[in-house]
């Protein structure tokens, strides 16, 4: 029997454990570089993540091992009366736990932070690509309501 999800903001020492969820990915192998120690840009990236008062990456964490992750960050502006907006990236689960229900849990813990960080929007992006991320974002009730651009540069 496993152990229930506890959370935690990560620290640098769950770096490489975050970037080896993320090349298990089908995009993220491709374009990540996995080393442990992580590389000088990864650890800067995530010093620089950590300066910031309202941006960190959430592990989750099962039996003492981190199983998910996903990033959150609180974004400020002056539509919606100046309320907050969550916008969460990166997630990603364990390969062999997937359709276990922790991405579920991952999801249901974001949206709890954004609540209580009076965010009145959560917001999150996901490659066209991923049919299986598009359902279940569906089934947490997101909708895909804005078309996106991005331009790699």
């Not at 091992?65 to 916008?87: D, E, H, M, N, W």
Request: overall charge positive; some cysteine; charged content about 25%.
């Amino acid at each position: 029997m496993s152990d229930p999800l506890q959370y935690k903001i990560a620290q640098e020492r769950d770096l490489y454990d975050i970037l080896r969820l993320i090349a298990q990915d089908q995009l993220g192998s491709k374009r990540e570089t996995l080393s442990n120690p992580p590389t000088k840009a990864y650890l800067d990236a995530f010093e620089n993540m950590q300066s910031q008062k309202d941006n960190s990456f959430v592990v989750a964490i099962q039996n003492d091992k981190i199983v998910g992750c996903y990033q959150f960050t609180l974004i400020y502006g002056i539509s919606r009366g100046g309320a907050p907006r969550a916008q969460i990236e990166s997630v990603r689960v364990e390969q062999n736990l997937r359709g276990s229900g922790i991405g579920r849990e991952m999801m249901l813990d974001a949206i709890d932070r954004a609540k209580k960080s009076d965010c009145q929007l959560i917001q999150l992006t996901t490659d066209k690509s991923r049919d299986d991320a598009h359902r279940f974002y569906a089934n947490l009730g997101f909708t895909a309501s804005h078309l996106g651009y991005k331009m790699k540069i």
